[in-house]
T-cell receptor, first 114, second 115 residues
Framework: KAGVTQTPRYLIKTRGQQVTLSCSPI?????VSWYQQTPGQGLQFLFE???????NKGNFPGRFSGRQFSNSRSEMNVSTLELGDSALYLC?????????????FGQGTRLTVV | AQSVTQLGSHVSVSEGALVLLRCNYS??????LFWYVQYPNQGLQLLLK??????LVKGINGFEAEFKKSETSFHLTKPSAHMSDAAEYFC?????????????FGTGTQLKVEL
């Protein structure tokens, strides 16, 4: 059974550009969550989607957005990139939503903004 | 709001020695607690989870954790460290009703295993 797939693995962008990251969850999983990981702030929750609906959103500016498609694949977009957006972006998929739901993480996309 | 605190950003042990990584939680509702491991340039892998069924939870790779409500702790242990255990370990909590699948992570503990 294939795991969570994130593409691309590495990305270099220039300040002011925008970027789109992709996440394909485990087959059958309907919940996708996104996290940002930086040395200074650690792991921070961005947002969660379930059945194409955003269920929860973290404390990030509006430049960060996401969506989920009918096949559960998800994308996140960051517009007007800033140097501080350089981070490892992790996607997690879960079979269902709820406190006991196990989250399976992808390998992440390493974004570098120059 | 729920939160977890990991004491010790770096822990070093000898191969074969006991591993103890500390995690304390704060939650106004019964928490669901998780331990994840992250190897360099990789995502997070679930080691174990506490969901109130049993206070002593056994996970993968010989790790276990004990939920102690009186101490608000969920420390991770392994009797004998192996070189392959060197990685970063994160404690996480999920406890807010209606919060969906959001996980709140601790700041992580880097485990070093020495010969």
């Amino acid at each position: 059974k294939a795991g969570v797939t994130q593409t691309p693995r590495y990305l270099i962008k220039t300040r002011g550009q925008q970027v789109t990251l992709s996440c394909s969850p485990i087959s059958g999983h309907r919940s996708v969550s996104w996290y940002q990981q930086t040395p200074g702030q650690g792991l921070q929750f961005l947002f969660e989607y379930f059945s194409e609906t955003q269920r929860n959103k973290g404390n990030f500016p509006g430049r960060f957005s996401g969506r989920q498609f009918s096949n559960s694949r998800s994308e996140m977009n960051v517009s007007t990139l800033e140097l501080g957006d350089s981070a490892l972006y992790l996607c997690a998929s879960s079979l269902r939503t709820g406190k006991e739901a196990e989250a399976f993480f992808g390998q992440g996309t390493r974004l570098t903004v120059v | 709001a729920q939160s977890v605190t990991q004491l010790g950003s770096h822990v070093s042990v000898s191969e074969g020695a006991l591993v103890l990584l500390r995690c304390n939680y704060s939650s106004s509702v019964p928490p669901y607690l998780f331990w994840y491991v992250q190897y360099p340039n990789q995502g997070l892998q679930l080691l174990l989870k506490y969901t109130s069924a049993a206070t002593l939870v056994k996970g993968i790779n010989g790790f276990e954790a004990e939920f102690k409500k009186s101490e608000t702790s969920f420390h991770l242990t392994k009797p004998s460290a192996h070189m392959s255990d060197a990685a970063e370990y994160f404690c996480a909590v999920r406890g807010l009703t209606g919060g969906g699948n959001k996980l709140t992570f601790g700041t992580g503990t880097q485990l070093k295993v020495e010969l």
